[in-house]
């Protein structure tokens, strides 16, 4: 059975930091391309931030770029997204993807929320 559990969510101060975790089972984990996703209140889902199977060059949503960092570890099947310097704008919920080809998991979302 496939599964991919977000873990990490919160709420946190403008300028204050979280670490999301998505750890994955029933596929073959190290082969996916890993994201993660997020929808905001009244908006379309958006990329946040990509990484291949190989780790290298990950890709980032413009206005997360120097805050975000997204990272894997394939030895437990968990992909990170560190979250520094959170703004107000960041709130959403977040979901991890995994994908390989026509081939694709969703995690069910944690909640995310930037507020003094």
Request: charge should be positive.
């Amino acid at each position: 059975q496939v599964q991919l559990v977000e873990s990490g969510g919160g709420l946190v101060q403008p300028g204050g930091s979280l670490r999301l975790s998505c750890a994955a089972s029933g596929f073959t984990f190290s082969s996916y391309v890993l994201s993660w996703y997020r929808a905001a209140p009244g908006k379309e889902r958006e990329l946040v931030a990509r990484i291949f199977s190989s780790g290298v060059r990950p890709t980032y949503l413009n206005s997360v770029k120097g805050r975000f960092t997204i990272s894997r570890d394939n030895a437990k099947d968990t992909v990170y997204l560190q979250m520094n310097s959170l703004k107000p704008e960041d709130t959403a919920v977040y979901y991890c993807k995994a994908a390989y080809g026509s081939r694709y998991y969703w995690g069910q979302g944690t909640q995310v929320t930037v507020s003094s």
